[in-house]
């Protein structure tokens, strides 16, 4: 995946786009004051990560024209200095002498007379991005590509006579911005650039390959070239019509729980999850359908072992050396000894964590890793048609890229969905001091969802989470510490969560 050398081949430059007065290099009248106006923009955009910071060192990599007149259609990637260093950042930028009223929440500031705004926002400007796949534009360094094979998209291939709805954007997500078309595909338009192979495209167009139903075939992307090195813009999929993310599905379940908690809430969840001999969990002869949403968890599971063993026969998979597993113990203590100097709080439960960190780096049976999701957790799933379905397999965006795709234990996966629904259970009663009778139930339904997810796991194929339960134990510590960072500096009313699961490990 990603040979540049390969993409420009398959993308012929836009003698077309030229022809029509749409030059390749585009400028404004003032380009310090548009930069002005992103200094003060980009820090309130929630897929940015350091919201709510001043920038002053902000610049211009990359400045390039899609589309002239009136609207034009900036390709911007600028950088700015994190607190981890150096980062850099797509923004498509829109100008109309005339903004309509539909796009005034995506107003970046006024420039020369024009409205400056995010483009995404504009079903005309976000069309120009599909077209250019469909039609494997070049403009400049910027290269759209269409993966071979893939179907015809009613109303947007070249010369077609159908009408196509314009783009409308999601507005669940945290790091990127997906736009649907017309029900047929998405594109995921990356926020943050990280030059090399990108796992999101590089794994789901490995899965697709393979006929794996628990990805979202790609359709084409966008990409560029930064310091001699690809980078990955944007990746057009199949959009599933109709799916529901896990975590909406999730949500409704326990507000359905919490709504009959009166009448027989507390009876109906003290059953013991228990496993019939195809590993399908219930609850009881008396509620054999599960809780809300349990059923969902254990297919979930199911859903997830198989993912896995896709992404194993796509990359391989392998046993850990002794040294790489006390690396991997020596990582956790380091992130542990960071969190406990941001978050003093953690320190009262510092030693109980270091001692499963340590339990780990002495395991005796095997730990075998393979490329994973990174993270996983409810809204990074959808229930469509064939089943469950994974998206955005870029991992935690803050994580290097190198380290995104090692490999990496599988059950760090389930670790993140483990701790997904317990967020799901708990974070509507944050704050809610006649909540507080809901607690209990809110524990015994992730319990029961945990115990489900699990048992579909094992069902599925994957290593049965309570075999390797020092394992599991670990790495859902971790993910509980991390959990605890973030909250203390982006919803610090959220913190009781992770804070209460460690509490209680």
């Known amino acids: 995946m990603f040979d540049s050398t390969a993409r420009s081949r398959r993308a012929a430059p836009d003698d077309e786009a030229a022809a029509r007065g749409l030059p390749g290099h585009g400028a404004v009248t003032s380009p310090d004051g548009l930069l002005s106006l992103l200094a003060s923009w980009l820090p309130e955009q929630r897929w940015f990560p350091g919201r709510g910071a001043r920038l002053s060192d902000l610049s211009v990599v990359s400045d390039i024209s899609l589309q002239a007149g009136d609207p034009a259609l900036r390709h911007l990637i600028v950088q700015t200095t994190l607190r981890t260093g150096p ?186 999850v228990r496993t019939d001999q195809d590993g399908n969990a219930h609850s009881g002869a008396s509620a054999p359908a599960g809780l809300p949403f349990t059923d969902e968890a254990r297919l ?74 990174g993270d996983y957790h409810l809204g990074q799933v959808l229930r469509a048609g064939q089943g469950w379905v994974a998206l955005d397999f870029e991992g935690e965006p803050a994580v290097p890229l190198e380290v995104r795709r090692a490999p990496a234990p599988a059950l760090r996966d389930v670790a993140g969905m483990l701790r997904s629904f317990d967020y799901a259970a708990r974070h509507q009663l944050v704050g809610q001091p006649e909540a507080e009778p809901m607690a209990a139930i809110a524990g015994d339904w992730v319990r029961q969802c945990q115990a489900a997810f699990c048992a579909g796991y094992a069902a599925g194929g994957g290593t049965d989470p309570d075999s390797q339960s020092t394992l599991l134990h670990a790495l859902t510590l971790e993910k509980a510490v991390y959990e605890v960072i973030y909250e203390y500096r982006h919803r610090p009313s959220w913190l009781s969560i992770p804070l209460g699961y460690v509490a209680a490990a």
């Open 300 to 373: 979930l599971g199911q859903a997830t072992a198989e993912l896995h063993g896709d992404m194993a026969q796509a990359f391989g998979r392998r046993d850990m050396t002794r040294a790489e597993l006390a690396a991997l113990a020596a990582d956790m203590h380091a992130k542990l000894s960071d969190a406990v100097a941001i978050v003093p709080d953690l320190r009262v439960y510092e030693g109980r964590i270091r001692t499963a960190y340590d339990l780990l780096a002495r395991l005796d049976e095997p730990v075998r890793v393979q490329r994973i999701h």
């Open 87 to 272: 980062a850099r950042f797509q923004v498509l930028v829109g100008c109309r002498r005339e903004l309509p009223a539909g796009l005034a929440g995506a107003l970046i500031g006024y420039q020369d007379g024009a409205a400056c705004y995010d483009a995404l926002y504009d079903p005309e400007l976000a069309d120009v991005l599909l077209h250019g796949i469909t039609q494997q534009r070049l403009v400049e360094n910027v290269r759209f590509v269409r993966d071979p094979g893939t179907p015809a998209l009613t109303g947007y291939e070249p010369g077609s006579a159908a009408a196509a709805p314009g783009g409308r954007v999601l507005g669940a997500e945290q790091s990127n911005t997906s736009i649907v078309f017309g029900g047929q595909a998405i594109l995921k338009v990356l926020r943050r650039l990280f030059p090399g192979a990108n796992p999101d495209l590089e794994v789901a167009d490995a899965l697709a390959r393979l006929g794996s139903a628990r990805v979202a075939a790609p359709y084409g992307w966008m990409e560029t070239d930064l310091d001699g090195e690809p980078v990955l813009l944007g990746v057009l999929s199949q959009f599933l019509a109709g799916a529901s993310d896990g975590w909406t599905l999730a949500l409704a379940a326990v507000d359905r729980l919490y709504a009959r908690h009166g009448a027989y809430g507390r009876e109906y969840l003290t059953a013991r």
